[in-house]
């Protein structure tokens, strides 16, 4: 039988709200009702239905204060006009600073305006971050935030969020919740925390995974990963569950803090020591084992402030993949995991092309330290 082209302004109308409605995110729900008058009415725009943020959640150190769960997002950029092997791709990080979806682009020097009929814009990861107001800096006692769903149909009331705070500690609040739930009273020792595969998983400084039932009951999901290395770090990659596993040259010390019950971000006497080695393992899910990998191929990780992903170098033709992309308090560095090499990134230029401008969301002081 052979098959029939059908022009997409021939597409059945009672087709459109089942394709529409199986967008995930609101660039994907915006795009669609771009296309044409009866698109746009087959389905309702994504502000009349998910939540606005930021949201409105427990303040996490002091229960006199308010907060607000704010959310930033990650697009790749490219141009919507050349061949399906992209010569060029930007990395660029939006943030939702204010209700109404207002966007603010991070770097303050990216273009104001972006013609979306010139770029493809797809998106690549989400991060989140709790504030003391709706545009205000997040708490530096916050070391890692993740919510849960938040899709272009999700409704505030479904919303669920886990914080790591005060240096390992795990909490948990549901949309509209007066307070933080302690997840776990014993231990206090968490490193990072991800939704994978529709459930959160957290991974603490032995490096054992877990993944939180709907009771807030830990459940193994691995063995310890017997790593040596300080932190660690869950990140998903083309569906698989990976660990980097951070080593410093010194021990990693604890944040000490004045008063935990004053409504303030407060100063700690915490000094990161530099970065001197990367491991990656890779869950092997069927026999529970953890897998050291020593060739990434095409994959680039970037560790970010509030977040960690993974893209592909051949989405970004002037990188390099097999390389891990992090920052501490000297700036913004490439590790290579074949040779083990560290490199700043400012050093090479290819490197360095993805983020346009140069990333100052990930280094503020990137484009006056030296090589």
């Known amino acids: 039988m052979t098959e029939r082209i059908v022009d997409w302004s021939d597409l059945p109308k009672e087709l459109l709200p089942c394709i529409g409605k199986s967008l995930e995110s609101s660039a994907e729900v915006l795009r669609f009702r771009s296309v044409c008058a009866s698109w746009r009415s087959s389905i309702p725009s994504f502000r009349e239905i998910s939540p606005s943020l930021p949201l409105p959640f427990p303040n996490p150190i002091s229960p006199r204060g308010e907060a607000y769960v704010s959310l930033t997002t990650f697009y790749r950029l490219e141009l ?74 999700t409704r505030a009331e479904d919303c669920v969020v886990f914080i790591i705070y005060l240096d390992g500690n795990l909490g948990y609040a549901k949309y509209g919740d007066k307070r933080w739930t302690l997840v776990d009273k014993q231990y206090s020792h968490y490193d990072d925390i991800i939704v994978y595969k529709g459930q959160f998983y957290v991974i603490d400084r032995l490096g054992t995974v877990s993944w939180i039932d709907s009771s807030l009951k830990l459940i193994q999901f691995s063995p310890p990963l017997c790593g040596l290395g300080s932190q660690k770090y869950l990140v998903e990659s083309c569906g698989e569950l990976y660990v980097l596993d951070r080593y410093f040259d010194g021990e990693r010390s604890q944040r000490r803090y004045r008063d935990e019950n004053i409504f303030a971000d407060l100063p700690s006497s915490h ?15 069927e026999w529970g084992t953890w897998v050291l990998v020593k060739n990434l191929s095409d994959t680039m990780f970037i560790l970010s402030n509030d977040c960690s992903f993974s893209v592909s170098a051949r989405e970004f033709p002037a990188c390099k993949g097999n390389c891990i992309y992090f920052t501490d308090e000297n700036g913004f560095f490439v590790f290579n ?11 090479f230029p290819h490197f360095s092309h993805i983020f346009r401008p140069p990333p100052s969301w990930l280094s503020p002081n990137l484009t006056s330290s030296k090589c």
């Not at 770097?107 to 979306?116: A, Q, T, Y």
């Not at 000094?271 to 899910?285: H, W």
């Not at 040779?339 to 700043?344: E, H, I, L, P």
């Open 271 to 285: 000094v990161c020591p530099r970065t001197i080695d990367f491991k990656v393992y890779k869950l092997d899910q």
């Open 337 to 347: 995991l074949g040779d083990g090499s560290f490199s700043k990134i400012q050093c």
């Open 80 to 153: 919507a006009h050349q061949n399906p092997n992209p010569s060029e791709g930007w990395l660029i990080r939006v943030e939702e600073s204010e209700p109404g979806r207002h966007i603010r682009v991070l770097p303050e020097s990216f273009p104001k305006l972006i013609n979306l009929l010139d770029f493809r814009v797809l998106e690549v990861s989400k991060a989140y971050k709790v504030g003391k107001s709706l545009s205000g800096s997040s708490f530096t006692t916050v070391n890692k935030v993740v919510l849960f769903p938040n899709s272009a149909w």
